[in-house]
């Protein structure tokens, strides 16, 4: 197992991967009920849930894998709207193939928030 928050004081970053595909269809994400997408949600709740094992002391560490696979343009835009939603100012795509199409037509389109500049 991955023990991060006993980690924490040693590691200068640390990266979950925060996947919305390995999350149970129906398990985590409520349509109508949980706010914006399911890529949305599932990493937004991820991240957040590291934020509060982490502590005020080493959650600005968090820099997640978001999910760069069997993903469309819009999922990618949710996923990094989620990282920065969640106070985060960076995160790393995944793609066995590195078929990162998805990824550069989202990334023009995004805000880095003001905090992270």
Known sequence: GQDFVRFAPMLDIISP????STFA?????????DP?????YLVWRT??????????????KL???????????????????????AGLCGFTVWNARNDYT??????????RPEACK
Not at 17 to 20: E, G, I, R, S, T
């Open 17 to 20: 991967m925060a996947y919305p």
């Open 36 to 40: 914006r997408s399911r890529s949305y």
């Open 47 to 60: 991240l957040d849930g590291y934020k509060k094992l982490l502590g005020e002391e080493h959650w600005h």
């Open 102 to 111: 998805y990824t550069y037509k989202a990334l023009p389109k995004q805000q």
């Open 63 to 85: 820099r997640p894998w978001i999910q760069g696979y069997y993903v469309s343009t819009r999922d990618v835009e949710d996923q990094i709207a989620a990282v920065y939603d």
């Open 25 to 33: 269809a129906g398990g985590y994400y409520v349509p109508g009920k």
